[in-house]
């Protein structure tokens, strides 16, 4: 039996089930499931690099919103933050490459 002890969409019991697969599942504690998301991010940005594709970036997309919901935060409160910042610094659009910087 192969260990993966990670975190997995919500349909993946079911999906096992429905094809007859034996497997383990727990719910992950209040107190891992941050802890559980994050080894979770650093997964499927991993899979995004190997592959860029609009699939990868979904799931990208999903931990990133149960970061939010796992953190307290709102999406409106994102927007708000990344509104905040590009105002601040820019965005990643004219595609800067800082090089070097002298020093002092």
């Known amino acids: 039996m192969t260990v993966y002890n ?54 990208v997309q999903e931990v990133m919103d149960g970061l939010l919901r796992e953190m307290k935060y709102t999406m409106g409160e994102l927007r708000l933050k990344r509104a905040d910042k590009i105002n601040k610094k820019g965005a990643f659009t004219e595609g800067w490459i800082l090089e070097e910087i002298e020093d002092d």
């Open 6 to 59: 990670k975190l997995v969409r919500d349909k993946i019991p079911q999906i096992l089930k429905e094809e007859n697969k034996r497997f383990t599942v727990r719910k992950a504690s209040q107190e891992e499931m941050l802890s559980f998301l994050k080894r979770k991010l650093l997964e499927e940005v991993q899979e995004f690099l190997e592959e860029p594709c609009l699939e990868e970036m979904c799931d």
